[in-house]
């Protein structure tokens, strides 16, 4: 499989497209088990927050860095940065500054790692004044 048929296949899914699970941080494709994306552990001290303005429009006030692992054949293929606001109910893609702008693929991936959580996921970057270029 090339790279770019990898990244079409997880950008063109839906969440409805993986089986989830929350307690080992994986998501495995039901139409190519090879391709998985995994969560890795957050780092809670002070060096795993994460500090931006747009991050304190939420209840909960801190953020950490949290990066998703797209993998093909359990391989890295590419690292996916977010960010857990408001107490880990959304993992929001680092946006591009000072547009407040993410990308169609990071909005889809977003989707994806958020179908979970029972928060909607529009709502939370709509309210981080996030948009979709």
Same mark, same amino acid.
């Given at each position: 499989?090339?790279?770019?048929?990898?990244?079409?296949?997880i950008? $063109? /899914?839906?969440?409805?497209?993986?089986?989830?699970?929350?307690? %080992?941080?994986?998501?495995?494709?039901?139409?190519?088990?090879?391709?998985?994306?995994?969560r890795?552990?957050?780092?809670f001290s +002070? /060096?795993? &927050?994460? !500090?931006?303005?747009?991050?304190?429009r939420?209840?909960?006030?801190?953020?950490?860095?949290?990066? %998703?692992?797209l993998?093909?054949?359990?391989?890295?293929?590419? +690292?996916?940065?977010?960010?857990?606001?408001?107490? %880990? &109910? /959304?993992?929001?893609? !680092?946006?591009?500054?000072?547009?407040m702008?993410?990308?169609?693929?990071?909005?889809k991936?977003?989707?994806i790692?958020n #179908?979970?959580?029972? $928060?909607s996921?529009?709502? !939370?970057?709509? &309210?981080a004044?996030? #948009?979709?270029?």
């Amino acid at each position: 499989m090339q790279y770019s048929e990898f990244i079409q296949h997880i950008q $063109h /899914s839906t969440p409805e497209d993986w089986i989830i699970n929350d307690e %080992f941080g994986t998501y495995v494709y039901k139409d190519n088990l090879s391709i998985t994306i995994k969560r890795e552990e957050v780092d809670f001290s +002070d /060096s795993g &927050r994460f !500090y931006e303005e747009w991050t304190e429009r939420f209840p909960d006030k801190k953020a950490y860095k949290q990066r %998703f692992l797209l993998c093909y054949n359990q391989t890295i293929v590419e +690292d996916f940065y977010t960010v857990a606001v408001d107490g %880990f &109910r /959304s993992n929001i893609p !680092y946006p591009k500054l000072p547009e407040m702008t993410i990308t169609e693929a990071q909005f889809k991936i977003g989707q994806i790692i958020n #179908s979970i959580g029972g $928060h909607s996921f529009e709502e !939370y970057i709509k &309210r981080a004044g996030i #948009s979709v270029q």
